[in-house]
């Protein structure tokens, strides 16, 4: 093949689109042709497999190497020895000798937005091809005008890997021999308007601690073994199963004091925080996001590399490690994820091919007023399924157990946050965002559909209809919600002082009327300790003791209500301080028995919990939940049943939100017989005052509250009460 002195130059000045055309090796007339792109290189030969060598003639300028390997025939093997004068010489095989890594069908399947396994295909990956090992790296920038691979092993210079679009996809790939796992690597892009941009690769399965940028080449090396926990996941619907969540910031749950306050690695957390989670008797951690992010201010909320686990706490391997012992301690892995918005950083996705790509060219729709972030174009097949690819990721190579995703209703509106003018209504007028409606949707039915036993929830703040039902009912399909209304009206009602509290009842009974209406989680999460709301602590009005024992009623009344339960990091022994990113959790407040009697509690509200079936069996069924006392808003008490699914098991909680105890309160039973405490929040071991029913109350045939027995009990100051049947 005669190359033109046209198409060279197309090459040189980085226009061709398909350098694999010209360089590599050609038939020809007398044998085959090499031809190599080589700058700054003094001489450049080829040497066959078989045959004496060829130096190759440079026939530009600008390192354009030719030469006639005479009497051979394709496929010639064949390597380049490039010699670079005083800064030596080295061998290589041909990077343009070898065909395409992505096929036919990848092609079609990532043009209708359907590759589930996207990220086997794009970002770079250590493979071995006719007997060599290399990296085979691929990226989508339909608008550039080439696109070329940089890094460690070729000084960073864009003159010397370009890469070959294949066909219309957009996809740009190229496979380079001798790079290996931990090459530092970026992609540089020519833009439509000749404009250079150095680009991580958003596929790139790690990435280099921040401020650094580059990409890391990644090729797994650990060895599972949670096949146990991943069969039983599958067999397990976490609809009708225990779900108490630790949410989890971990570059400051716990800091290393002797090493310059540092935060722990994976590997340490896999150890400390999963016996400490284990030990207090929660069922899964949730993790903000572990997604590589440059600024530690985002707590992770600003992800820049979707598929890489964030560098600061370890190697990706390292962060398998740690998902591993957790679930070897009984403990799924939930993680945060953020496919609602991105952040402006020009390493990364925004403007990636000097276009509009990930992001909607519109400002009106492309740009978040709240974050300064940009937000992803959902209605473009690519981007749906760039997202849907790296949720399927995170639950197959990592083994995460599901997922929450973040800011769901600044999906969902098109006015989020925006004033009149400031948004564009959709074809029917409203200000629906059915692009995001539709991508929300196909991501809950493949996620459901591919990884049976997974948590898919929504933080979702809104009254938006069917968040957590079914696609084929008409809702968006997630399998939990957050409740939103139910963490505002709560807090709202014991931020009261107690003597106002009668004005407010309501306020801690209205969240039953919607109960059932969803799949719901009851969030105490990190959202609500941090920019001057105050630590949980902080929020319970009163002296010490009277903020101690609101917050111990509160945690009785939340474990009981209907409801998955989640708790943010240090609320657990009522961290005092508002939560920072920026230091540990207040582990020291635990030598104090007041702080260590409410960790001692949420240990028995989970221990508890978790071994009553009548607690979260019918979560999501009003059968499984009925008023006993819902209105005595003078006293401050509520008191409800919670049953189980075959309504042989009953817990009773009865709280009293006063500062002063109810003695001779008579409450309505569903059964005869005695009843035994087994919680009360004021009991001496959580620092209360040890008022109570000495163990239990013996129940009497007289009809109360709509009961067919009643009993006589001591209702402690600021308090809750779980009573169940003696023989239980």
Do not use: C
């Not at 864009?158 to 970026?186: C, N, Q």
């Not at 800011?407 to 200000?431: H, K, T």
């Not at 819902?630 to 939100?657: M, Q």
């Not at 405490?677 to 045939?701: H, K, Q």
């Amino acid at each position: 093949m005669i190359a033109t002195a046209a198409e060279v130059e197309r090459l040189v000045r980085r226009e061709h689109g398909d350098p694999h055309s010209l360089l590599g090796a050609h038939e020809a007339a007398d044998g085959v042709v090499v031809r190599a792109l080589r700058p700054g290189a003094a001489g450049v030969t080829a040497q066959p497999a078989r045959g004496e060598p060829v130096a190759l003639d440079e026939v530009h300028p600008a390192g354009v190497f030719e030469g006639l390997v005479e009497g051979a025939s394709l496929p010639l093997s064949y390597e380049l020895v490039v010699d670079y004068g005083e800064r030596g010489a080295f061998t290589t095989r041909d990077p343009y000798s070898f065909w395409p890594t992505i096929g036919e069908l990848d092609l079609h399947l990532v043009g209708e937005g359907r590759h589930e396994e996207l990220y086997e295909r794009l970002g770079a990956h250590v493979r071995e091809i006719d007997g060599v090992t290399g990296v085979s790296f691929a990226v989508w920038a339909p608008a550039a005008k080439s696109v070329s691979v940089v890094g460690d092993f070729n000084y960073w210079d864009g003159r010397v890997h370009p890469m070959r679009a294949l066909g219309g996809s957009g996809i740009w790939e190229l496979f380079i021999p001798g790079v290996g796992d931990g090459t530092h690597y970026k992609y540089e892009i020519v833009a439509p308007d000749g404009e250079l941009r150095l680009k991580a690769d958003p596929l790139a399965f790690a990435a280099e601690v921040p401020p650094k940028t580059a990409s890391v080449v990644h090729h797994p090396a650990h060895e599972w073994a949670d096949a146990e926990w991943l069969e039983s996941r599958r067999r397990t619907d976490p609809l009708d199963q225990p779900m108490s969540i630790y949410e989890v910031h971990l570059g400051s749950w716990r800091l290393n004091p002797q090493e310059g306050n540092r935060s722990l690695t994976y590997l340490e957390l896999a150890d400390e925080l999963a016996a400490y989670a284990k030990d207090m008797g929660f069922t899964h951690i949730e993790l903000l996001p572990v997604m590589a992010h440059p600024f530690s201010g985002s707590w992770g909320y600003q992800v820049t590399g979707y598929f890489a686990a964030s560098p600061i706490y370890g190697s990706p391997d390292d962060f398998r490690e740690f998902v591993d012992r957790l679930h070897g301690q009984g403990l799924g892995v939930i993680l945060d994820w953020v496919p609602a918005h991105f952040p402006r950083d020009d390493f990364a996705l925004a403007r990636f091919d000097g276009t509009a790509l990930y992001e909607h060219a519109d400002p009106r729709r492309g740009a978040h007023p709240d974050w300064g972030t940009l937000v992803f174009n959902y209605g473009r097949h690519e981007v749906r399924n760039f997202l849907v690819s790296n949720a399927l990721y995170w639950l197959r190579e990592y083994h995460a157990d599901g997922i929450r995703v973040d800011a769901v209703a600044s999906m969902l509106y098109l006015d989020y946050s925006r004033e009149e003018g400031e948004w564009v209504p959709n074809q029917f007028g409203g200000n629906e965002d059915l692009d995001a409606v539709a991508f929300l949707k196909e991501l809950n039915e493949v996620l459901y559909a591919r990884e049976p036993g997974v948590v898919s929830a929504a933080e979702e703040s809104t009254a938006w209809p069917g968040v957590s039902r079914p696609t084929y009912l008409g809702g968006l399909g997630f399998g939990f919600k957050w409740n939103m209304g139910w963490m505002h009206d709560t807090l709202g009602y014991f931020q009261q002082d107690p003597i106002h509290r009668r004005y407010h009842h309501h306020e801690l009974t209205f969240s039953l009327v919607y109960a059932f209406t969803e799949n719901f989680v009851l969030p105490l999460s990190h959202d609500e300790v941090v920019h001057g709301k105050g630590s949980m602590y902080g929020k319970m009005p009163g002296d010490r003791w009277q903020k101690l024992a609101n917050l111990r009623a509160l945690y009785a009344y939340m474990w009981a209500h209907p409801g998955k339960k989640l708790l943010f990091m240090g609320s657990e022994f009522a961290q005092e301080r508002e939560w920072s990113h920026e230091r540990s959790l207040d582990w020291h407040l635990l030598e104090s028995t007041e702080h260590a009697g409410i960790q001692s509690l949420v240990r028995d509200l989970n221990r508890a919990y978790q071994a009553e079936p009548a607690l979260w069996e019918q979560d999501f069924d009003p059968a499984g939940f009925y008023w006993i006392e819902p209105n005595d808003a003078a006293h401050n008490v509520v008191a409800f049943a919670r049953t189980s699914r075959d309504a042989e098991r009953v817990l009773v909680f009865a709280g009293n939100l006063s500062p002063v105890p109810r003695h001779g309160y008579r409450l309505g039973l569903p059964r005869a017989g005695r009843w035994r405490e087994a919680v009360n929040t004021d009991s001496g071991f959580y620092g209360g005052g040890d008022v109570g029913n000495l163990g239990g109350i013996e129940a009497e045939p007289i009809p109360w509250g709509g009961q067919p027995f009643s009993a006589k009990l001591t209702l402690p100051p600021l308090s809750g009460l779980w009573l169940v049947p003696e023989d239980a």
